[in-house]
C-alpha cells in the first residue's frame, strides 16, 4: 500500500521512541499539522564524515516535504546524483511549564522529525511549484501579488524534496505534573502559554501600495475596518502609504487644535500618527479608515472606531480629523452615515458614541446635528497634549435613535452635495 493511503506512518527503527513513548505519535494528519503551521525547520545532514545542521525554510505539498537552498550550498552540492541522506527536525513551543520543583519545570510543544534520502529537484515545473508554495505559506495571495522568478533567478535557487516516509511527532501538553509530595509547597506552579504573533507590517521604503488584506489579522467584523463608499466620500484601510497625502490634507493648526496630538509637523510625523494607529489596530483597540473624495481620490482625512464591544454592541466613532476645506460638506456628513450604517444596520450595535473635549464647541454642536444625546460630562477624562486635563462631553445614539437621524442626515447630505 502507498505511504499515502495510510493515515499514520509506519514506525522503524529511526523513529521509534526509547522513552516517553507516551508522547509519541505517528498520525499523518498531526504531522502535517507541524509542519504547515512552522515556517522554519533544521535540516541536519553529513559532509566528509562530520555533522552539519543548516536552518532553512520549508513547504509540504503533498506527502514530499520541499527544503528552500542555495545551489552553491554543501547539501545541495551533495544531494546530486543518488541523493542525500538527511534528517529534519521541525519544533513548536506553546508554553512554558512552571514546577513546584526545578526537576517538573517543563514545557509544552509539539515537535517532528523526519529522516529519508533527500533528491535535488531539477524539473522546472516542480522546482516553480514549490517555490509558489512556499511564497503561498508566507501569505495566501501572495504569489499573485508578486514577480515570479525569472529563469536565471530559478536556476540560482536550489530545492531539495524530501518523499515523508519516516517521521515521527513528539508533543506534550496539559499542564504541571509535580509529585504529590511537592503540592503543598509555598511556589508558584502552571503554565504560560507562547504563541507565534504577527506584529505590524512595517512597509519597505518608498512603498506607496496599501497593506495587502492577506497580511492583515483575521478579525471579527466588529474589528475589520471594511471599505464603504459613497457617492462623496470612500473609507478605506489606513495605511502608512496614506501618511503623506493625509499629512498635505490636515496641515493645519486649526484641524488639530482639539485633538489627541499636536499638529505633526511633517509626514513623517503624520505617519507616527498613523503607526499608533495601526498599532492600536493591531491590539483590537481601534478601527481606522482613511477618507478619500469620492470624486477626485484626495485623502481628505482619517476616522476610526474605538471603544468596540461586540457583547455589548456598542461602538464609538472618534479620533476624527478632516482637512478643513471638507468641513460642513457632504464629504463630512455622508462619512457619518456611512459609519452609523455600518454599525447599526451591518454589526448590529445598539448604542453609538462620542467623546469631544469640553472646550470643542464647533465638535459638539457638530454631533447634535447627527442627532446624538449628550449624555453628560467625564471630568478630567484625558490628557491634552499641552499635559492639562481634559473634561469630555459624552454623546450617544441608540439604534431606536437611529432611523430618524438617518433620514435627517440623508436630508442633509441632499442639501449639502454640490449641484451638477
Not at 466620500?233 to 489627541?260: G, I, K, N, Q, S
Not at 491634552?384 to 433620514?407: C, F, H, K, L
Request: glycine residues 8%; aromatic residues 6%; proline residues 7%.
Amino acid at each position: 500500500m502507498h505511504p499515502t493511503d495510510r493515515t499514520t506512518y509506519p514506525r522503524t527503527a529511526r523513529t521509534t521512541a526509547s522513552r516517553n513513548r507516551g508522547r509519541m505519535s505517528y498520525d499523518r494528519a498531526a504531522a502535517h499539522a507541524v509542519l504547515d503551521e512552522a515556517y522554519h525547520c533544521t535540516l541536519g545532514f553529513t559532509v566528509d564524515g562530520e555533522p552539519r545542521a543548516l536552518p532553512t525554510l520549508h513547504v509540504r505539498i503533498g506527502d514530499t516535504l520541499y527544503l528552500h537552498g542555495s545551489t552553491g550550498g554543501r547539501p545541495l552540492l551533495a544531494a546530486r546524483g543518488d541523493g542525500l541522506p538527511v534528517c529534519v527536525a521541525v519544533t513548536l513551543l506553546d508554553g512554558l511549564v512552571y514546577g513546584r520543583s526545578q526537576l517538573h519545570h517543563s514545557a509544552n510543544y509539539r515537535s517532528l522529525v523526519a529522516h529519508g534520502t533527500a533528491r535535488l529537484v531539477t524539473d522546472e515545473r516542480e522546482k516553480t511549484d514549490a517555490m509558489t508554495a512556499l511564497v503561498e505559506k508566507a501569505g495566501a495571495g501572495r504569489a499573485a501579488d508578486s514577480r515570479p522568478p525569472t529563469r536565471r533567478e530559478l536556476a540560482e535557487t536550489a530545492v531539495l524534496a524530501l518523499p515523508l516516509r519516516e517521521v515521527s511527532v513528539r508533543a506534550r501538553a496539559g499542564g504541571v505534573r509535580d509529585d504529590e509530595a511537592d503540592l503543598d509547597l509555598p511556589h508558584w506552579a502552571g503554565v504560560v502559554p507562547l504563541r507565534l504573533t504577527p506584529g505590524r507590517p512595517e512597509p519597505d521604503a518608498g512603498v506607496t501600495a496599501p497593506v495587502p488584506a492577506y497580511l492583515r489579522a483575521a478579525r471579527s467584523p466588529w474589528h475589520e475596518p471594511a471599505a464603504l463608499r459613497g457617492e462623496h466620500v470612500a473609507l478605506e484601510p489606513l495605511d502608512l502609504a496614506h501618511a503623506d497625502e493625509l499629512h498635505t490634507a490636515t496641515a493645519d493648526p486649526e484641524v488639530w487644535r482639539h485633538l489627541w496630538r499636536p499638529l505633526p509637523t511633517d509626514a513623517a510625523g503624520t505617519a507616527a500618527v498613523i503607526a499608533e494607529a495601526l498599532d492600536a489596530y493591531q491590539q483590537g483597540e481601534r478601527v481606522p479608515w482613511v477618507q478619500r473624495c469620492a470624486a477626485t481620490g484626495a485623502v481628505v482625512g482619517s476616522t476610526s472606531y474605538y471603544e468596540v464591544d461586540p457583547q455589548r454592541r456598542s461602538v464609538a466613532i472618534g479620533y476624527t480629523f478632516l482637512g478643513r476645506p471638507w468641513w460642513r460638506t457632504a464629504i463630512n456628513t455622508e462619512a457619518k452615515l456611512l459609519l452609523l450604517g455600518r454599525a447599526f444596520d451591518d454589526l448590529g450595535a445598539v448604542r453609538v458614541v462620542w467623546h469631544t473635549d469640553i472646550r470643542n464647541a464647533r465638535s459638539q454642536r457638530a454631533i447634535e446635528r447627527l442627532g446624538a444625546t449628550r449624555e453628560g460630562v467625564l471630568r478630567m477624562h484625558r490628557q491634552r497634549p499641552d499635559g492639562s486635563w481634559r473634561d469630555t462631553v459624552q454623546y450617544a445614539m441608540t439604534v431606536d435613535e437611529w432611523p430618524n437621524a438617518q433620514v435627517t442626515l440623508r436630508e442633509r447630505l441632499r442639501r449639502t452635495a454640490p449641484v451638477a
